[in-house]
Every structure is written in C-alpha cells, then in structure tokens.
C-alpha cells in the first residue's frame, strides 16, 4: 500500500496558476505510475493526468492538455500538477493516485490520497 498526501490547493482566479504536490511513501516510488484525478460537486470523480513510473509517456485528459503539465522527482518522491489558465470549470477536489490502471475506458488507481480542494473565481 501506497501513502500518498496531497498539498499546494486553494482559491485562484479565472486565469491564474497553481502547483500541486502529492508525496507518497511505502513503496519504492520510482516504480509506482503515478496520476491525478478530480471530482466536482455532484459530478463522477475524473482523469486528469498521468506520468509513469520513469516520467514518459504522460498522458491528459483532453478537458487539461496544453493547460496541465504532470510531472514528477523521484528523488524527492513527489509527483506534480502545474496548472495554468485556470478555468472555473476546474474546480474540484484533486486527488494523485498511485498504481494506475486501465478501468472501462479510462483510468483508475489503487491508492489515493485524501485530496486537496481547488476553487478558481471567475
């Protein structure tokens, strides 16, 4: 079982930047694929992003490419989320998983973090 703990959300306008961290313990991190994912008020949880374990291929969800950059320091045991040009519609609680897998077209995680809320102003 993975650890993972989540940091760096908060309020930004419409427009603005955010970073988040997730650092993960328990396991030999730079063997672990790692990913973020968000879930909105009264909406599914989401994919965002993906990275492997050796920080390429990562992959996006279509809503965040060109706007979100995924990566990651194993030195550090830590993974990213550099979001830009924030949009109100990105607000959500963003969870990192660790051990992503393919799940009915989309991707899923075996571990989670307890995530972190992000409300952009529009």
Known sequence: QVQLSESGGGL????GSLRLSCVASGR?????DMGWFRQAPGRDRE?????SRSGN??????SVRRRFTISRDNAKNTVYLQM?????????VYYCAADLRAYKSSWTGESWGQGTQVTVSS
Not at 12 to 15: C, D, H, K, L
Not at 28 to 32: G, T
């Open 12 to 15: 930004v306008q419409a427009g």
């Open 28 to 32: 030999s991190f730079s063997n672990i």
């Open 47 to 51: 994919f965002v992003a993906f990275v």
């Open 57 to 62: 291929p990562r992959l996006y969800a279509g």
């Open 84 to 92: 830009n040009s924030l949009k109100p519609e990105d607000t959500a």
